[in-house]
């Protein structure tokens, strides 16, 4: 069974803290992608991936930073969180540039007081 | 620009018929995707439409229409778990758009 899994569903975090958020996927893909989801603006793409150590802003990529430095593995860092990012944050993968089927992960819900 | 639509909200009743619209104004486009997603869990994967018509996959169907910028997803014989969110998305090359979502509500 294909698998995208992300490291915490829920996280509460203080404001000026830093925060890591994991995904790991087991499906050989090469596209990974962050996105955060919000009521009534759907979802959002943060940051994607083609490739190890290949990173590509996506339309509101301001206050996070990536990183990939495994295939399998795609991290989202809010280098100091703030209140505006309290957000469902899922991440995605897919195997081809340009065709595919996305492959979610469970999301990780996370509060910034 | 970039723009998917699609309604914010629709209701219906059990054994029903419900069409739920979405168009889309993209720069590069490769196919259209739906996306269920029940409240509090992932998205996941209904239909992909590449070319035009419609695609049918048990209760649910899929249209398209590459030249309107169009596309549509039919639920027959509605049931109850059919309440959730679903998510149309333009597959744009390089990643997928999203629009907001259409919550559907699925009455007794």
């Known amino acids: 069974d294909v698998k995208v899994t992300q490291s915490s569903r829920y996280l509460v975090k203080r404001t000026g803290e830093k925060v890591f958020l994991e995904c790991v996927q087991d499906?050989?893909?090469?596209?990974m992608f962050w996105y955060r989801q919000d009521p009534g603006l759907g979802l959002r793409l943060i940051y994607f991936s083609y490739d190890v150590k290949m990173k590509e802003k996506g339309d509101i990529p301001e206050g996070y930073s990536v990183s990939r430095e495994k295939k399998e593995r795609f991290s989202l860092i809010l280098e100091s969180a703030s209140t505006n990012q309290t957000s469902m944050y899922l991440c995605?993968?897919?195997?081809?540039?340009?065709?595919?089927?996305?492959?979610f992960g469970e999301g990780s819900r996370l509060t910034v007081l | 620009g970039q723009n998917i639509d699609q309604p914010t909200e629709m209701t219906a009743t059990e054994g029903a018929i419900v069409q739920i619209n979405c168009t889309y104004q993209t720069s590069g486009f490769n196919g259209l995707f739906w996306y269920q997603q029940h409240a509090g869990e992932a998205p996941t994967f209904l239909s992909y439409n590449v070319l035009d018509g419609l695609e049918e996959k048990g209760r649910f169907s899929s249209f398209l229409s590459r030249s309107k910028g169009y596309s549509y997803l039919l639920l027959k014989e509605l049931q109850m778990k059919d309440s959730a969110s679903y998510l149309c998305?333009?597959?744009?090359?390089?990643?997928?758009?999203f629009g907001t979502g259409t919550k559907l509500q699925v009455f007794p």
């Open positions: 499906m050989d893909h090469e596209n």
């Open positions: 998305a333009a597959d744009n090359t390089d990643k997928l758009i």
């Open positions: 995605a993968s897919r195997h081809a540039r340009d065709t595919g089927e996305l492959f």
